[in-house]
């Protein structure tokens, strides 16, 4: 299985993007994915989670309300939509994909990782 996130680049403070990670060489749609992220100098923190069937979504409080994690299983290929960007959004943001299909926020239960896509959000 591979991942390939892209859709990162430089915004202005209140500006949008969106990210989106295209997963090939599974047969089946039916794994949960996520998105982290990693800030300069910081751990790696979970950002959002979406289950296999896109039905059933969670957030990290940071981003509640901003951002939205979406999924075309048609397209094997998973979406993060980033409103009113912060400073503090500035990160590399990685996307990883679950087999157990659990929505899980914790790293260590997901099984593949794309190579991340720098957000750099400007004040």
């Known amino acids: 299985v591979q991942l390939q996130a892209f859709g990162g680049g430089l915004v202005q403070a209140g500006g949008s993007l969106r990210l989106s990670c295209a997963a090939s060489g599974h047969t089946s749609s039916r794994y949960g994915m996520g998105w982290f992220r990693q800030a300069p100098g910081k751990e790696r923190e979970f950002v959002a989670v979406i289950s296999w069937s896109g039905g059933n979504t969670y957030y990290a409080d940071s981003v509640k309300g901003r951002f939205t994690i979406s999924r075309d299983n048609a397209k094997n290929t998973v979406y993060l939509q980033m409103n009113s960007l912060k400073p503090e959004d500035t990160a590399v943001y990685y996307c990883?994909?679950?087999?157990?299909?659990?929505?899980?926020?914790?790293?260590?239960?997901?099984?593949?990782w794309g190579q991340g896509t720098l957000v750099t959000v400007s004040s």
């Open positions: 990883a994909l679950d087999l157990s299909a659990v929505l899980t926020t914790q790293e260590g239960r997901y099984d593949y």
